[in-house]
């Protein structure tokens, strides 16, 4: 198995940092994968650079390229895996074209969901926990590397098919993908579940819970401390720690992931979306909405309602 150098990046190679903005997928609590793949044939890849409050592991299935991480640079072939959590800036050029990629984002809930007394926090502390990227880097052995490829792109394939069930076979991927990961891990001593995160996780579990259960509910500090049974300022520096962003950003990501969901459906209103979702107004779920998604909710549930009645249609057309 090779090996791969990683260097600090030149000052020079740092000016991207200046142009980093969000990313946003449709993720939401009913959908939490989305899977992005395609092939750069010139320039590079986009949207870059970017961050993102998902969680994300990618591939390349064909050509190389130079990943940028935080102030850290390394060289990628096919087959390396790459794992990113929430708010770590990224950024990637081409060195050698056509560049096939793969890459599956997820929420958190995707995997603290496996349950309080599971692996599913420590998996999801291989994500947010603070790394380098030697570690955030995965390079496998060709037959590991090998059915990692191809569950790649049968996520990819899962993804676009939209049918009944796909939600249950991308999770059924996506863990997969997570356990033989991890379980390669620690059998080599590469890296162990949640290194360096030397708190109890049941606080954790405890404020995440409470979230979801109360994200359409005025939800203060003091609520989720008390649900977790730890100080407000306990609360902060353990989520931060956990999950890679503030609870007051994961709540307003988790309703507006839910208002995504909502809008979907096309059964409500804006003004009863908003409600549903926890918002206190529509002009404040407006701003919030479009802040996350890029898009106004008007203009998200018409493009949804334009491609569910192509749906019926082609479902209603003759064999």
């Given amino acids: 198995m090779r090996s791969t150098s990683i260097k600090p990046a030149s ?3 740092l000016s991207w940092l200046s142009e980093v903005s969000e990313s946003r997928q449709s993720l939401n609590e009913l959908s939490p994968i989305y899977v992005r793949s395609g092939i750069v044939a010139s320039g590079p890849p986009v949207p870059y650079p970017e961050f993102h409050h998902y969680c994300e592991i990618g591939t390349c299935l064909e050509g190389k390229a130079t990943s940028f991480v935080e102030q850290e640079r390394a060289e990628r ?14 950024w990637a050029t ?9 890459t599956v984002y997820f929420l958190p809930s995707a995997i603290i969901d496996l349950g309080p007394d ?3 926090p420590r998996i999801l502390g291989r994500f947010t926990q603070p790394q380098s990227l030697a570690e955030r880097l995965v390079q496998f052995p060709p037959g590991i590397r090998r059915r990692f490829s191809e569950r790649f792109q049968d996520m990819a394939k899962e993804f676009e098919r939209k049918d009944f069930g796909r939600e249950l076979r ?16 620690q059998k080599t001593g590469r890296v162990l579940l ?11 579990n405890k404020a995440l819970r409470f979230l979801r259960e109360h994200f359409n509910e005025p939800v203060y500090s003091r609520d989720v401390a008390r649900a977790a049974g730890v100080s407000q300022s306990r609360l902060r520096v353990l989520f931060q720690a956990a999950i890679g962003m503030p609870w007051v950003n994961y ?3 988790l309703r507006v992931h839910r208002a995504a969901a909502y809008l979907c459906e096309g059964k409500l209103s804006i003004t009863e979306v908003a409600l549903a979702a926890g918002f206190e107004s529509q002009s404040h779920f407006n701003v919030t909405f479009r802040s996350l998604m890029h ?7 018409q493009i949804h309602s334009r491609g569910r009645r192509r749906n019926e249609t082609s479902q209603k057309s003759p064999a």
């Fill in 11 to 13: 000052p020079a190679e």
């Fill in 77 to 90: 072939e096919p087959g390396d895996l790459l794992l990113l959590g929430p708010g770590v800036p990224h």
């Fill in 94 to 102: 081409v060195t050698e074209y056509p560049l096939k990629f793969i």
């Fill in 118 to 120: 599971s692996d599913g």
């Fill in 170 to 185: 991308l999770r059924i991927l996506l863990m997969q993908h997570l356990l033989e990961l991890f379980q390669w891990e």
């Fill in 194 to 204: 949640g290194t360096g995160m030397e708190f109890d996780w049941k606080p954790i």
């Fill in 251 to 253: 709540l307003r990501g």
């Fill in 295 to 301: 898009v106004s909710p008007t203009a998200y549930q």
